[in-house]
């Protein structure tokens, strides 16, 4: 996938640019990721700090690092709550919110890890859940 790519939060404050290529897609089951997300699942994509730029909002952005954690941050709109780009500490990566790109990232999730901190209702039966591409007119 050619570059470059364009992402945002969800309120449009927070606006940045990434010069691809991606260097890896993680799908994250942790117990860290599903609470920061609320979700099954982070979808992080990474890449170097010098391929992102932010085009708005860059003092939107509020950083926050687990404490107890390594390594575990997050950056989010102040406005919106919505996960953006976070640096790492170390300044060596950067971890992209896949969701929040508007473009294709060119790369596909190469893998899912921390499974076994799977949420219980997150398991080869979601295989079988019905998909439908809006709202079911039955949903109350
Ligand atoms: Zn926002
Ligand atoms: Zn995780």
Known sequence: MSSPMQGRCLCGAVHYRIEGPFRRFML?????????T???????????????????????VQRFKLQEA????????????APVPFVSEDGTY?????GSLDDAPGI???ARIFCASRAVWDDASMDAVPCFDA???DIS
Do not use: I, M
């Open 94 to 98: 950067v971890n992209v919110p896949a």
């Open 28 to 36: 994250c089951h942790c117990s860290r990721c599903r609470h920061a």
């Open 135 to 137: 709202y079911p007119v």
């Open 38 to 60: 609320g979700s099954s699942h982070a979808s992080n994509l990474f890449c170097k700090p010098d391929q992102l730029q932010w085009l708005s909002g860059a003092e939107q």
């Open 70 to 81: 390594e390594r575990f941050g997050r950056s989010f709109c102040r406005t919106c709550g």
């Open 108 to 110: 596909l999730p190469q």
